[in-house]
């Protein structure tokens, strides 16, 4: 019993021994035995998957299973069945389970057949799972930093070499394989094959470096050139780390980046700041050259229009300081046009020259004189001396620029007008001055030339207003400001809509609707009302199409034309490309310009016209003195009666009796007649009795912007206000 005792207690001690060794190793001990029916399920088994010790457990394949992984569970069963017969290859496996506490945890299992019995099932099979779910997210840490790591070296085309130092291998990765032009060699490459790729310029220095570092462990780059296949020249930029490893064998681990672009870039960088350096030297030869031709006139080599204005102001600069005051002579050579049309350009550039030479000749040290353009120059000359000082002066360059010039044969004469002004103090303005002297040489021109003019305030409103009329006027036309309004016309006896009158109007930035009696005289002057007149009728033919397509009855429109566009000789062309469709076009003559002036170039233009199909009416008949004979050599196709005659034709019997016969006049030579100016019933049912075709007014419609036609017409308001439409109304009812 003794002995029985003793060997019982050594039982219990390696029974314990082996417990505790299982449990510490964290494996999960089970025991399926079959035949026994006792399954055996270690606590550290059922820790790993969040089951109790003391917890019962639904033993069931079937209700296992389900605790799989989805993905694996066809593989267990297999692997299962395949350890039970002993495959040695699935004596070992892994899986996924579903932890009682929710996730997945990863097992290893290995496990072993122990028992079968005589058909050769196994009756009892032990084995151990390992939870190695640490592992597995550790092992895919490792392969997605690696994924990583191989993309990050294959966007920066980096080639990457490990030296065994101590077997003299060498192992190149793809990425140094295809920088060196090798794509599918092997990996493993001879020591010396790198060495024979080095530039021979830099094969000793290299090679000393590599050697100079490989002693001791630690970090160091490399840049040197190599020579690939065809004498390609490569520059490689290299960072290497020479270690020990754990078992004490040493390695060299490189990068290689391909910098042969950003050397390049460099070597071009540098050549350029070179070049560069270079042409800004002679940039700055250059630029003085030119800030020289900038600021002055190449024919005379005075200062131009630029240096004089900053010149100018600087001046006015100085009499805000000291008090003082500037003076501006504008000179304007007299007859010059006359050298040049008669003699030719380089007479009149010869002319410039010699008075460029005059005033440099006759101005003090301290004055300025300045080309500004064409035959013009600018003194600037102290004006704190009296006012007969500084006529004498500009008398005495007016003298001296009336002596005769010779050149080629020809004794040339030609004079100046001047035009003199003076500002200061604290106040001086620069522009101010020059405009002022602007406005006294525009007087001493007009006052007979060969003279100066000071500046005088009591001309100086309406010249100012005239050219600053003249001025806006030609930013008018640049920013399209003239407009046109209409003027709906009507026939006499049913008070439809006749047509349009286009007339022109010039909406003001600030002075609001302008009519043309505040703008067509200074336009005339620019010569630029043929430009205006054309505006208004391409605005008037797109008007006219709108009106059409919105279903809107205006048979045709009216438009103004000047003198000088009549005698445009490209007028028909012109015409010709805005494709006027016949009947829908007529252009208004004045009576008082075109009648008994017309000469042989306006009758064929005229003529021209009627064959595009643009109708020609006589604006303001009865105003002039017009012969019959005229009228019928220009054969209108309508007369538009003046609006002083159809003013008192409901009061006077007299005036009754003139409309009547221009009545008559025009039906015997088969043309319409308009009366403008109706601002009455009384004048509707006059004209309407006298004959009248077409009726024009306040009395029907006022001139309107486009905006507001569209909704006038189809109101009809001017039916409903008119008594004459009611009696008209009423007979053709009566007619009917």
């Not at 151990?128 to 690696?146: N, P, Q, W």
């Not at 595009?612 to 006589?618: F, S």
Request: glycine content about 8%; aromatic content about 6%.
């Amino acid at each position: 019993m003794t002995q029985l005792k003793r060997e019982v207690q050594d039982l219990a001690m390696r029974e314990r021994r082996w417990h505790d060794a299982l449990t510490n190793s964290g494996l999960g001990v089970w025991d399926q035995n079959y035949g026994a029916g006792v399954m055996y399920y270690s606590d550290t088994w059922r820790a790993i998957r969040g089951i109790g010790p003391d917890e019962t457990l639904n033993e069931g394949m079937d209700d296992w299973i389900l605790l799989v992984h989805p993905d694996d569970r066809a593989f267990v069963i297999d692997a299962i069945h395949r350890q039970n017969r002993g495959d040695p290859d699935f004596a070992v496996f892994q899986y996924r389970e579903r932890n009682r506490v929710g996730g997945w945890v990863w097992i290893e299992c290995r496990g072993a057949a122990v028992e079968w019995d005589d058909d050769g099932n196994p009756l009892r099979v032990v084995g151990t799972d390992t939870d190695i779910t640490a592992r597995k997210l550790a092992e895919e840490l490792l392969a997605g930093m690696s994924r990583r790591l191989k993309l990050a070296l294959s966007i920066s085309k980096i080639g990457v070499f490990e030296v065994d130092l101590q077997s003299q291998t060498v192992h190149w990765d793809d990425g140094l394989l295809k920088m060196f032009g090798m794509e599918g060699t092997s990996n493993t490459k001879p020591e010396s094959l790198w060495e024979s790729l080095i530039h021979p310029d830099d094969r000793a220095a290299t090679l000393r470096r590599v050697s100079m570092h490989i002693e001791h462990d630690g970090e160091f780059e490399n840049d040197y050139r190599v020579l690939l296949g065809e004498g390609c020249v490569r520059h490689i930029r290299s960072r290497n780390v020479v270690f020990t490893d754990n078992a004490g064998r040493r390695y060299m681990l490189g990068a290689n980046w391909d910098v042969t672009a950003d050397v390049n870039l460099r070597h071009e960088l540098l050549n350029a700041k070179t070049l560069a350096e270079t042409r800004y030297r002679e940039l700055e030869v250059t630029r003085a050259r030119i800030e020289h031709n900038a600021l002055h006139d190449y024919l005379t080599g005075l200062p131009n229009r630029r240096y004089m204005d900053e010149m100018l102001e600087m001046r006015a600069a100085e009499c805000h300081v000291t008090g003082a005051s500037i003076a501006v002579l504008h000179i304007d050579l007299d007859r010059f046009k006359q050298i040049n049309d008669t003699l030719g350009h380089l007479a009149g550039d010869m002319m410039l020259q010699h008075a460029a030479a005059v005033l440099r000749a006759n101005i003090r040290e301290e004055d300025f004189v300045a080309r500004i353009g064409g035959d013009e120059f600018v003194v600037l000359t102290r004006g704190d001396g009296s006012q007969r000082k500084l006529a004498l002066f500009a008398d005495r360059i007016i003298r001296e620029l009336c002596k005769p010039v010779a050149f080629e044969g020809h004794m040339i004469r030609f004079g100046a007008s001047i035009g003199i002004a003076v500002g200061g103090g604290a106040d001086a303005d620069a522009k101010q001055v020059l405009l002022n002297a602007d406005i006294a040489l525009y007087r001493a021109k007009n006052r007979g030339r060969n003279r100066h003019e000071f500046f005088s305030q009591d001309t100086q409103n309406q010249i100012i207003r005239h050219k600053q009329i003249a001025d806006e006027i030609l930013q008018a036309l640049e920013q399209d400001q003239f407009v046109p309004y209409y003027q709906l016309q009507f026939n006499a006896r049913t008070l439809d809509v006749a047509g349009v009158e286009t007339l022109v109007r010039w909406r003001h930035p600030e002075r609001g609707i302008l009519t043309p009696d505040n703008f067509l005289a200074i336009a005339d002057d620019l010569d630029v009302v043929s430009t205006i007149d054309a505006m208004v009728l391409e605005k008037a033919l797109k008007a006219l199409q709108i009106w059409e397509s919105r279903g809107l009855l205006v048979p045709k429109v009216s438009v103004n034309v000047s003198t000088r566009r009549l005698n445009d000789p490209a007028l028909m062309t012109k015409l010709k490309r805005l494709k006027i469709r016949p009947g829908t076009v007529s252009f208004e003559l004045l009576e008082t310009i075109f009648l008994d002036n017309c000469d042989s170039g306006v009758i064929s233009n005229l003529e021209r016209l009627r064959k595009l199909g643009i109708g020609i009416e006589i604006d303001d008949f009865g105003t002039g003195h017009a012969s019959i004979v005229s009228l019928m050599r220009i054969s209108p196709n309508t007369l538009k009666i003046d609006r002083q005659i159809i003013n008192s034709v409901h009061r006077s019997a007299e005036q009754r009796k003139l409309v009547g016969a221009i009545v008559e006049m025009g039906r015997a030579l088969n043309i319409q007649v308009a009366a403008e100016g109706v601002e009455t019933t009384d004048h509707i049912r006059v004209l309407r009795e006298t004959g009248c075709d077409i009726l024009q007014g306040y009395g029907l419609a006022r001139p309107m912007p486009f905006a507001e036609i569209e909704g006038f017409l189809r109101a009809e308001s001017w039916r409903a206000g008119t008594n004459a439409v009611k009696d008209l109304q009423n007979r053709v009812r009566r007619a009917t």
